[in-house]
């Protein structure tokens, strides 16, 4: 799976053929959990450690909360509908 065009991409599933893309909702929170982080990190741990350091924690966290992904569908295909006899 290539996921080389970004955050907006949508595509397709290989075995269902299902228009699928990330959930926008998942990345707010994550986002807002990345915010908390670094304002806890500015304010219990970054004065006792070396910048350095602190930017190594910063990335590492982000770069872990970026592989946190959803995805969802798309648009929702519609299913045909059977006929209890």
């Known amino acids: 799976m290539n ?13 269902c053929g299902s228009l699928l ?9 994550l986002a807002a959990l990345a915010g908390v982080g670094i304002i806890v990190l500015q304010f219990w741990v970054f004065p006792y450690v070396p910048l350095w ?4 924690l910063v990335f590492a966290g982000l770069a872990a909360i970026m592989r946190v992904e959803r ?3 798309a648009e929702s295909v519609a299913m045909p509908v059977l006929e209890k006899r």
């Not at 996921?3 to 075995?15: D, N, Q, T, V, Y």
């Not at 893309?21 to 929170?29: E, G, K, T, V």
């Not at 350091?53 to 190594?56: A, E, L, M, P, Y």
Request: hydrophobic share 50%; with cysteine.
């Open 53 to 56: 350091v602190s930017t190594i």
């Open 71 to 73: 995805i969802v569908l």
């Open 3 to 15: 996921l080389s065009p970004g955050i907006w991409a949508r595509w397709f599933c290989e075995s």
């Open 21 to 29: 893309r990330f959930d926008l909702s998942r990345r707010y929170l």
